[in-house]
């Protein structure tokens, strides 16, 4: 037996490229494919009569001792009468049996608040500001409460439309923000293995919950509050007779038609006076893209009766040193006014009224001033340009409206003759 057992050599082995089976005895072989690229354990032997043949793994992957380990386990299944490879495949079920197992009692241990916790402590760094992850955290906690201390593998559909159905009239933004991180966590859930990969995502929406609940469009838009664009010439002459930092930060955002964040963090560096261009860096904005916006006369005019800083300090600095205003300054101004029908970013959805109804420019040209992407990946991929002077007598026209007499009536279209409204 000596003599006919552990023929091969682990050096043998490694550098072993002749086509064949090389025989290490025992039924153990090392089989090399006629191209050489593929190297495998094969145990060959008879059952009932029949030569059958089992494969071990490959040469890479097992070394000599472990194949002549699991070829020695197969001749103890022959000699007790057991077939190897139904052998295998009884001791796989039976681990796999056991690890279901595990996984059902880890998952019955395992709430929805804790896989709700571990998404936002993995993903908060890579958002952009606090007050995204504090977001996450609030509709997790206090909307999908109901769920924290469920297992995640019992959390069913009746269970999800149980923590929507209160706010899905009442606040559809927050609810349907709410039913997508729900679902976020139980996909997490389903990765960690504590859900069957099988079963379907309760809170998943098409297909499903669009079933069941009324589907957006149907519910109020929850967009932020925007004025008439017919009214905002009107409150333009009011916040620029108010002094101090606040209203001229607002009246920027406005002729510039820029996000809130956008404006409130310019510097005097992204600013060039001369060619009348404010750069806003790919960091603030929203898509993460550098974004160039044209400035009108008006723009200008706001600029250079501020204090100029040194070119990295704010254009709009808060009442901290080096900090840009907060939100709640522009909701107090908001108030002073007692303008309740409106919000900063409300804004940009009545420059982009104004300039889709009162208007000739083009869509393209509106979306692109709001930093809109538009188009399919191929008219992208060919667009290489962003269309700045277009945009720039875009601005301009919304300036000249924004100066307009709030009871002229009139609206001044860009190319052709002013229009009576």
């Not at 991180?181 to 293995?193: F, K, Y």
């Not at 409150?235 to 108010?242: A, E, I, T």
Request: hydrophobic share 45%; net charge positive; with cysteine.
């Amino acid at each position: 037996m000596a003599k006919s057992l552990n023929r091969l050599s682990a050096r043998l082995v490694s550098t072993l490229a002749i086509p064949g089976r090389h025989a290490d005895g025992g039924g153990l072989y090392a089989a090399v494919s006629t191209d050489g690229n593929r190297r495998r354990w094969v145990f060959l032997f008879r059952w009932k009569n029949r030569r059958s043949e089992m494969g071990l793994g490959s040469l890479d992957a097992v070394p000599l001792a472990r194949a002549r380990e699991l070829a020695a386990k197969c001749r103890l299944d022959l000699a007790e009468g057991r077939n190897p490879l139904e052998a295998r495949r009884t001791t796989q079920e039976a681990e796999q049996t056991a690890l279901d197992t595990q996984r059902i009692v880890k998952a019955r241990l395992t709430t929805f608040g804790e896989v709700a916790d571990a998404l936002i402590a993995s993903k908060s760094p890579g958002w952009r500001n606090a007050k995204h992850s504090a977001q996450w955290v609030m509709t997790l906690e206090v909307y999908a409460a109901s769920l924290r201390p469920m297992p995640v593998s019992e959390i069913t559909t009746e269970h999800v439309l149980a923590a929507l159905q209160p706010i899905w009239m009442t606040k559809p933004e927050t609810a349907v923000r709410t039913r997508g991180r729900i679902e976020a966590v139980l996909d997490v859930a389903r990765v960690r293995g504590l859900i069957p990969a099988h079963e379907a995502n309760p809170a998943r929406w098409r297909g499903h919950l669009d079933h069941l609940l009324p589907p957006r469009d149907k519910l109020s838009r929850g967009h932020h509050a925007a004025m008439p664009w017919q009214k905002v010439p009107a409150f333009m002459v009011d916040l620029r007779q108010r002094p101090g930092v606040a209203p001229r930060a607002l009246e920027w955002c406005i002729l510039t038609a820029a996000r809130l964040g956008e404006a409130l963090g310019t510097r005097w560096r992204e600013i060039d006076l001369e060619t009348a261009v404010w750069e806003c860096p790919g960091d603030r904005m929203k898509a993460r893209k550098p974004h160039r916006v044209p400035l009108s006369p008006s723009a200008i005019a706001l600029l250079r009766s501020l204090p100029t800083g040194a070119p990295d300090d704010l254009v709009f600095p808060g009442a901290k040193f080096g900090r840009p205003l907060s939100n709640m300054v522009m909701k107090a101004l908001f108030n002073r006014m007692g303008v309740h029908n409106a919000t900063t970013h409300g804004f940009r959805s009545s420059f982009r009224d104004w300039a889709g109804e009162a208007t000739t420019h083009p869509r393209e040209v509106c979306e692109a001033a709001l930093a809109h992407t538009v188009g399919n990946a191929v008219e992208l991929a060919y667009r290489r340009g962003d269309a700045l002077e277009k945009r720039r007598a875009l601005m301009i026209d919304w300036a000249t409206f924004l100066a307009a007499a709030p009871n002229a009536n009139v609206v001044p279209i860009r190319g052709t003759k002013a229009r009576a409204l």
